[in-house]
Each structure stands twice: as structure tokens, then as C-alpha cells.
């Protein structure tokens, strides 16, 4: 069974989606890759209690890593490349190359890219943290006004929290 809310973040509304085994996803509203069906609405699930609670932390700067259970659904390659992603520390940015790299698979960084635009738990899968090789913030499924938001956010914040 799947179950979904909505929160209402500083960078706009998510819609949160759980099973009893973890998070499956937090889409933006703009975001393409979301389901069309988000299962049962319920605001009292505990995974998404505790994925909002997390995020409240987050935003209000208390909090640099979540601790929520994650389950993504994806291919094995996709997985990979999440379970990656999540090693990137707060205030820290990649490459894709440097993301290519670190699952010792460097020619893949076209599909290192996308798997990166599928992650289906934005913020805190965090693949906001990824950039172009050249320094350039480029595409993000909760559009880039948000990515640049996330990262000044997680720069301003990660030295009081180390």
C-alpha cells in the first residue's frame, strides 16, 4: 500500500509518498518524473511524519543529513547512483564526472545525468548537489532557482552544524 501528503516547503509544495518500508518519493509540483497515482492520502503515516519533521529541521537549518528510510524505486544503475548521491556532504557540490567517478564507472556521465534527473526523493536524495563540470548549476526537476536556493541554504548552514 502506498501513502501520500502534501508539505509545504520554503521552496514550494512537495508531495511526499510512502509505503510502510520508507519514503518512495517528494516531488516538486513541476516536477515530471512523479507517478500519476499517489495511493491514500494520509497525513498521520509515520514516514511521512517523520520525513516532514526531518525537512522542518532541514529548512530551519538544525539538520544536515535525514535519517528517514528510503526505498526509490529505479533500476539497479539508478539505485547506485541515489546511494551515491547521498554521500555528498551539505555544502559540498560534485560534477557529474566526479559523480561518474565514485561508482567506478567514469565514461558513464551522460548516464550518471540522468539517473540523477529521475531521483524520485529530491532534497533529501540530495542530486540538487550536483553540477555542471564547469561550475554551472544545470537542470533540476524542481527547476533552478530552487537548486541555487538549496545550495545557499546548505552553505550558510553547514558550518554551524559540523
Not at 45 to 61: S, V, W
Request: proline share 5%.
Amino acid at each position: 500500500m502506498k501513502y501520500f501528503t502534501q508539505y509545504q516547503s520554503p521552496v514550494g509544495q512537495l508531495t511526499l509518498q510512502a509505503s510502510d518500508d520508507g519514503l518512495l518519493g517528494s516531488w516538486f509540483d513541476q516536477q515530471k518524473t512523479a507517478p500519476n497515482e499517489f495511493g491514500e492520502e494520509n497525513n498521520q503515516h509515520p514516514i511521512l511524519r517523520q520525513t516532514i519533521q526531518e525537512y522542518e529541521e532541514y529548512f530551519a537549518g538544525k539538520r544536515k543529513q535525514f535519517d528517514v528510510p528510503t526505498t526509490p524505486q529505479g533500476t539497479d544503475f539508478q539505485k547506485q547512483v541515489w546511494a551515491m548521491l547521498k554521500t555528498i556532504r551539505s555544502g559540498e557540490t560534485w560534477s557529474y564526472q566526479e559523480l561518474a567517478i565514485a561508482i567506478n564507472n567514469p565514461k558513464a556521465v551522460r548516464a550518471v545525468g540522468l539517473a540523477n534527473g529521475k531521483n524520485p526523493i529530491s532534497i533529501i536524495i540530495p542530486c540538487h548537489r550536483v553540477i555542471g563540470k564547469n561550475g554551472n548549476l544545470t537542470g533540476y526537476a524542481g527547476g533552478i532557482d530552487n537548486k541555487r536556493l538549496l545550495l545557499i541554504h546548505e552553505s550558510e548552514h553547514s558550518e554551524l552544524l559540523s
